[in-house]
């Protein structure tokens, strides 16, 4: 009966191997292979978000790489095919995306931060207090001459600890 719900459970987990998709497809040349190879890799996997159409198994992955190789069996140069998908997904199916004022933010928010905290950094150092320096009167002359005072006051006998 052991052997019977091992040999299920091996079952039920090849069927996940049998499942994930491999694209098999004819290129005319190297060339048009490494420029799907560069494409898919380019590409965001709309479901997945942080993987490219290249490792995605998802469903909607599948069929944007078959419509890459459709439109790369068509002539289509690159900057099309990439604007083609723009088109039909919106700018978040780029790793990198133009630069526009929709983007901008996306482009030079990490800088505009940093240099912000250098300015709140260097803001709160010189506002801070300087701390007083050796010779420099603190004290209000009242409180010095109490403090002269009290000093003259102590006995000269430094031996006893």
Known sequence: MTRGWLAALLLLGLTSIAHAAIDTYQFVD???RSRYRQLTQELRCPKCQNQDIADSNAP???????????LLGEGKDNRQIVDFMVDRYGEFVRYKPALSARTWLLWFGPGLLLVGGALV??????????AATPGQATLSPDEQARLTALLDE????TSRP
């Not at 909607?60 to 459709?70: N, Q």
């Not at 102590?154 to 006998?157: E, K, N, S």
């Open 30 to 32: 190297e060339a048009e």
């Open 60 to 70: 909607i992955a599948a069929d944007l790489r078959r419509e890459i190789f459709r």
């Open 121 to 130: 950094l260097v803001i709160i150092v010189r506002r801070r207090p300087s």
């Open 154 to 157: 102590q006995p000269a006998d």
